[in-house]
């Protein structure tokens, strides 16, 4: 994820300068804002509601309003790049 990171901060003045940045957030944000937040709401929200249901899951019989959910997780990655690209923008 790293290397991902440092790829996407390399392409992007070539992708700000050649597009624009109204160009740029138009396509980018939704390419990466949408899987997070179906990332957030629910992939991340399955363990824990699952796990109510298991006997020897940590979450069993626990009440649903102690439960971690909307966590961001392992989609830190997601969030770290769009803040840079959003800083590089401003």
């Not at 804002?33 to 249901?53: E, H, R, S, V, Y």
């Amino acid at each position: 994820m790293n290397i991902l990171i440092l790829i996407s901060g390399y392409l992007l003045p070539n992708s700000v300068h050649k597009r624009g940045v109204r160009c740029l957030a138009k396509h980018r944000l939704p390419r990466l804002g949408i899987p997070l937040i179906i990332a957030i709401l629910i992939l991340n929200n399955i363990t824990p509601l699952a796990g109510l249901a298991i006997p020897n899951s940590t979450v069993f019989a626990q009440e649903i309003n102690t439960l971690p959910l909307n966590r961001i997780g392992p989609q830190w990655f997601l969030v770290i790049l769009i803040l840079l690209n959003a800083m590089y923008c401003c």
